[in-house]
């Protein structure tokens, strides 16, 4: 049997050997990805990326467990880490726990993580503390999106850059196994990656980082758009395209089935 990467062993990784991260939501492509991953997240992209909803905020409980059973049935060596969806931690750590050992639970999956504004390092601190293992999530945070108006890269004035910067220690020093910086400057993001004991992870946020991550169908090119900090190593949005016009012209030509793809009397 493989053997499951564990959280110290991310942990570990600072500085090291960059660890190499992808989202992913179905068991299939967790199978594939979990050759070459260091940690798979379920994130709550999902949303956007599988479901079509504008952000992540009507993401729910239901859908992360869902999705991360799917993950867990695909993914053997990889750690996997379930994003706490908008509303399941922001208040009381007592639910956020609750949440999060629900999400650990029905999912076998070993973490959580959590989008680490101002208020949320206590409750990183009362979920490690009870045995959670929490990976945060600082910058560019998708789930304030009503407040922010927008999703915009972060730290880019000399206030806000000290706001990331706080954030980063924080989390930190709450006990996060492994920090994401979305969205922010290649020196900020190089500032935070000195600054912190955990790796850092960065989407949008330089090669400074003790990692990188991406939404898997951003580098997969199955979208029309993608930002500016997302590198496409395949066009599966053409593969598909291209894969289901031929598909309907064979159809309509009746062209398929061919003799070779149909049953006939013995
Ligand atoms: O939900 C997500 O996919 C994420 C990553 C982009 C870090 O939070
Ligand atoms: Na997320």
């Known amino acids: 049997p ?7 062993e991310i942990y570990a990784r600072k500085g090291g050997t960059p660890l190499v991260s992808l989202t992913a939501y179905d068991a299939p492509m967790a199978e594939i990805l979990d050759d070459h991953c260091d940690i798979l997240l379920v994130g709550d992209s999902v949303g ?3 479901h079509g909803l504008p952000n992540t905020i009507g993401v729910t409980m239901e859908m992360m467990i869902l999705h991360g ?3 867990m ?3 053997r060596r990889a750690f996997v880490v379930v994003d706490m969806p908008f509303g399941s931690y922001e208040g009381e750590p007592e639910v956020a726990f609750a949440n999060a050992a629900r999400l650990l639970k029905e999912t076998g999956a070993q973490a959580v993580k959590v989008e680490s504004g101002p208020t949320v390092a206590r409750t990183i601190a009362y979920l490690t503390q009870r045995g959670i293992p ?4 600082i910058g560019l945070r998708p789930q304030a999106v009503n407040v922010d108006g927008g999703f915009r890269a972060k730290g880019r004035t000399p206030e806000e850059r000290e706001k990331v910067l706080q954030e980063a220690r924080d989390t930190d020093a709450a006990g996060a196994f492994a920090i994401v910086i979305e969205g922010v400057a ?3 993001a190089g500032e935070i990656t000195a600054a912190v004991k955990a790796p850092t992870i960065g989407i949008g946020a330089s090669a400074a980082c003790d990692g990188q991550i991406l939404v898997v169908d951003d580098m997969l090119g199955q979208f029309d758009w ?3 900090f997302v590198r496409r190593y395949a066009a599966l949005r053409e593969t598909i395209s291209e894969a289901a016009a031929a598909y309907a012209k064979d159809v309509k030509s009746r062209d398929f089935p061919a003799p070779q793809e149909t049953y006939f009397a013995k």
């Open 226 to 228: 993608s930002p500016k």
């Open 186 to 188: 290649a020196d900020l």
């Open 48 to 50: 956007m990326v599988v």
């Open 69 to 71: 059973q799917a993950v």
């Open 134 to 137: 929490v990976m945060g999530h």
């Open 73 to 75: 049935r695909g993914a």
């Open 2 to 8: 493989v053997k499951r990467l564990t959280a110290p």
